[in-house]
């Protein structure tokens, strides 16, 4: 039995809403979400002649999304560069906020437990907050923290998709720990 080929003009209609949706949670501007959702028809289209129907058409696309995602953070992330030397200013270093071994947080630096946030309505909200939070990171530690905690790449993966070494990499989590911390305590969570 022959697969059903491809209908590309079909595309926006069956796909577009949960495409955008997709990319919609992963991305925080809706316009930046229809861009990548409009590259991925574009990029489909261009490799159509290469859809050997292994995967539903579906599937195919969310692939293709889902790379186009990457480069998006990838494009971010080389927007600017954190130096290893901005970490020890004010004397504070990795290993005063985060555990080496797992890079969780440690000690009295530690955000308190957050165990009136269970309602669904609380959670949402904590949701929202989190990612006008994340917005407000500059670029490259948004793309880091999107590809590392949303998309859940390893450190190895992130680093090779944007060039960054293993310390910076690390450096670039701890500010955006930092930094997302900060920005929900101002917001009035993980305080008591």
């Not at 590259?39 to 995967?55: H, M, N, V, Y």
């Not at 004010?90 to 080496?100: H, M, N, R």
């Not at 998309?151 to 190895?156: K, V």
């Amino acid at each position: 039995m022959t697969p059903p080929t491809p209908v590309p003009a079909q595309w926006p209609e069956r796909y577009g809403d949960e495409l955008f949706s997709f990319a919609r949670s992963r991305v925080s501007d809706a316009d930046v979400a229809e861009e990548l959702v409009q590259e991925t028809f574009l990029s489909a289209l261009d490799g159509l002649a290469t859809f050997r129907a292994e995967a539903s058409e579906r599937t195919w696309l969310f692939v293709i999304l889902r790379r186009k995602i990457i480069d998006h953070y990838r494009r971010q992330a080389r927007a600017t560069q954190v130096s290893l030397d901005e970490l020890s200013e004010g004397g504070a270093t990795e290993a005063d906020f985060f555990a080496p071994a797992n890079g969780h947080w440690t000690g009295p630096q530690a955000p308190a437990s957050w165990l009136n946030a269970d309602a669904a309505l609380e959670q949402q909200e904590l949701h929202d907050i989190l990612q006008r939070c994340q917005q407000r990171l500059p670029p490259q530690q948004e793309a880091v923290f999107a590809l590392r905690f949303i998309e859940e790449l390893s450190a190895e993966e992130i680093c090779q998709e944007l060039g960054l070494s293993s310390a910076n990499y690390w450096v670039i989590v701890h500010r955006a720990k930092l930094q997302l911390r900060r920005c929900l305590e101002k917001h009035g969570l993980g305080k008591n």
